[in-house]
């Protein structure tokens, strides 16, 4: 039987593959911890950290939840580790009493191939110099030690000169111990030697690159200060807070001048003596959802952070680079003008990073879902589209980032351009204009009455 396909055959090619999206509004939470092996988890919510082992009282647990109590807030949010100098633990859980038999534990070390212990001989309820003994036989450990018993669980702490490393207690095998139906084993903490925080980051940047704003537990200078200039080569913003009496007293030398001398234009350094609430991260939370370009971060109330009150000397030594939050007509708000240590505005800043990127990610876009570009009028043509879309997109009323109906995009005449570039693939010569369209922070008026 003969169908319309037999006389007629048409093939579709769907030209949708897709490429990675920057995201303009993932909070990474930058901290020391030993609750996870890896280096970035993400969370939808901060009771998922606890459920990983965090505490309430830890500073990665408060800055989520700060990010995560505003009127608006983020879907996620990624937390990032920075390793510390802890040995690695494990516990062991038996369900029943054991009387006889054998059992044995796999031990590994980060991601390696984990290797079987030989086996441990059940004795008596403290087994824990066997224990010892069965996993200081692997090679590459020299030393553990082992706390508790079969009836309230053993405690593995890995002690060595090597306690450093990563090792990871992975599974353990009691089908041949008598009288014990099951065990569990949980990792407590996961081992690794002191860094940097400068290395923390790149570390972290090189295990997961998805996400723009960036927050970190610590509150010294020069830790501050080697963070800022990682984020100062990359599409991202750091915000930070701290209660540093040298920068509203105009103190030489302080951390914000500091920020201000390097002229960053991705640090947003904020003053507040309620930093043990990460005033930045709610500042964040709030904020992040909404499209760059469409807000201004000046005037937004921050949910659950104390206001400073400051006098007017100590307002001017934390402006224009800084930033405050202060009780004003009655309003918890953001009372400085939301800037960047140079002094650029924070939604211009972020709002250029996303137009940038966004027509850099839809002309790539086009290069891989087409058989070809030609290097032709035509061609030129397709380019100058998709960067009119994008600056149509900046001028949107939802979005707000260019003056409406300002932008302007010239491209080179097919005729003009030099046989060599051609000859090389290479398309330069385009360039566009526009005009931010920023945002009212003061208005001035002048009235007269008369009767």
Known sequence: M?????????????????ITRVGFGTLLILGNHYRLPGRVGTYA??????????????????????ATSQELSPPSF???RKLEDVNSKATLAFTGTPSAGTWTLDVGIGNATPVTTGNITYAADDDTALI??????LTGITEVTVTGAYSTGYTIEFTGVDAAADFRVTAIDVSSLTG????????????????TWDTCLNAVIAADDDWYFLVATTRTKADILLLAAIIETKIKMYFLTT???????????????????????RTVYKYSADTLNFPEAGWIGGQAPKDPGSITWKFKNIVGIVPDVLTPTE?????????????????NIISSEATVASGEYIDIIRGTDWLQTRIAEGIFTALVNNDKIPFTANGI????????????????????????NESIVTTPNIEDIDPAEKALRYLSGITFSGKYAGALHKIGITGKLTV
């Open 2 to 18: 003969s169908d319309i396909q037999d006389f007629v055959p048409v093939n579709i090619s769907r030209e949708t593959a897709k």
């Open 381 to 404: 043509g397709l380019v100058e589209g998709i960067i009119k879309y994008w600056l149509n997109e900046g001028e949107s009323l939802d979005r707000g980032l260019l003056a409406p």
């Open 45 to 66: 919510d901060p009771s998922e950290l606890l459920t990983d082992g965090f505490l309430v009282t830890d500073d990665i647990y408060k800055a989520a939840l700060k």
């Open 78 to 80: 990624k937390v990032g």
């Open 132 to 137: 010892e003994t069965a996993i200081e036989a």
């Open 315 to 331: 307002f001017n030594n934390i402006v224009p680079s800084g930033n405050t939050y202060e009780t004003v007509g009655g309003v």
């Open 180 to 195: 014990v139906t099951a065990a569990t084993v949980t990792m407590t903490q996961y081992g690794s030697a002191v860094e």
């Open 243 to 265: 209660a540093d009496a040298d920068v509203k007293n105009g103190v030489a030398d302080n951390v914000k001048l500091s920020l201000e001398t390097l002229t960053y234009d």
